[in-house]
Each structure stands twice: as structure tokens, then as C-alpha cells.
């Protein structure tokens, strides 16, 4: 049974400052970073809307008042979560949510993509019950980045260590879908990373991965800003594909 995603809140984590994207982006957010001729989180919520998400919080810290600029005139609604000091990760998400009304509200990482049936992972989170639901991508390389093993349920048993991740493990894709409960296992600290503050202690509290075949592309280093250029001039359907479309030409018969 499909839901309607115009009514989940979206929360798009751009307040990172890229200090390993320095040296090519100047004083430019990493959000408004340009990839394949335009700003990064203008394809990021392209993709959203024709799933159709309409209702987007900008959690943003670093230069700011650049990233409300662009968006002064968008015809949907996004909203700001602004950063006074750096809040991590996790600070982000639990300050961003206070602005957020659905029942379950979506998180995604600003300066990363993979390919996601967001209808179907929506409808993944329903079914499973969980309090977290997370967007697994299979290992691209096997550095600089967590790991994380499932049962045959698809359930999360295990956040590993880098250094201890087997053949088998899969990528934390940086999108997830939370429950609203999920706030009261939040550190009490105003700053708090998701991923080592927070996912250990709710494994055992009902946490699933769901599997995508798309790649996990990001803009975290020259070296990924000029990969993920590359990957996207030549076609966003290595992406994104038909799948939004598709979905909901299913949905309408």
C-alpha cells in the first residue's frame, strides 16, 4: 500500500563547513557546490520532488545566509534550521526535527546521493515498524566510510568498525527514515554524531536496512566532487533512473 510522501517532512543536513573541499571551494557552502554545471542540492531535491516530497528543512550552518539566499524564490516549501555553533550530525537532526509534524520525517545527507525508490522504502519502514529504517548501498571501496551488517529480515545487527567490516557488510548511505520516538534516545548534549552517538544505542530498538543497487556517490573530497561531475554529465539515470515515474504511473492505476 503506497503512502503519500507529500505529507513526510523531509531534513536535509547542508551545515557542514567541507573543509576537505576547501581547496576547491573557496568560500562556497558545500550544498551550492556546482556538479555536471549545477548547484548540488538543487539535483538532491529535484529527485525528492518527483517522488513527491513537498516539504523540505534545511538544517545549515556554514555560510548560511548563501544557501537561504537560493532558495528565496522556490515554489515549495523548504524551511531552515539554522546553526548557531556546529552541532554534528545528530544535534542537526534533533534540532531540525522540532520543526517537523509527520509521524515518521526523513533524514538525508546534503553532500551524498544514491539511487532510492523512495515509495518503496517508505512503504519498507511502514512494514517493518521500526523506529529507523536505512538506505544501504554496497561498498564502492573500503576506506573512509561505516559499515553495517543485517539479518536475513533485513534487520541491523551490527554498526561494525571499519577496520572489522567483512566481504558481506554494506554501506550506510546517508538516508534514513525515523520515527518520531526516536528523539527521546537522543544525547541529552546539544552536539551528538547519528552515527556513533546514536545508532549503537537504538540497534537493539527495531532498526532495518533497506538495499539499493545504485552506487553511493558523493562530493566530500576534489577527488568525489570531480567523480560525481563526471557520473552525472553523462546521465542521471545511473542515479536516479524511471524509477519516481514509474512508481507513480503504478500508483495511478
Partial sequence: ?????DKVDVIILCG?????????????????????????????LENLLQYGFRRFILSVGYRKDRIKEHF?????????S???TPLGTGGAVKQAAQMTSSPSFMVVNGDSICRTNYLEFFDFHVQKGGIMSMVLSRPQSREDCGFVEIDQTN??????????????CLVNAGIYLMRRDILSHMPHQDRFSLEYDL??????????????EGPLVDIG?????????????V??????????RESKSCDES
Fill in 221 to 233: 573530497t576534489p577527488e568525489r566532487l570531480e567523480r560525481a561531475g563526471r557520473i552525472l554529465a
Fill in 82 to 84: 539554522e546553526e548557531e
Fill in 72 to 80: 528565496a524564490d522556490q515554489e515549495f516549501a523548504v524551511d531552515f
Fill in 1 to 5: 500500500m503506497r503512502h503519500g510522501l
Fill in 16 to 44: 557542514g563547513k567541507g573543509t576537505r573541499l576547501a581547496s576547491v571551494s573557496g568560500e562556497l557552502p558545500k550544498a551550492l557546490m556546482p556538479v555536471a554545471g549545477r548547484p548540488f542540492i538543487d539535483i538532491l
Fill in 155 to 168: 534487520r541491523i545487527v551490527n554498526f561494525a568498525e571499519r577496520n572489522r567490516c567483512r566481504t558481506d
Fill in 199 to 212: 545508532f549503537p544505542k537504538i540497534v537493539d530498538l527495531g532498526c532495518y536496512g533497506f538495499l539499493s
Fill in 235 to 244: 546521465s542521471q539515470d545511473l542515479l536516479f533512473g524511471g524509477s519516481a
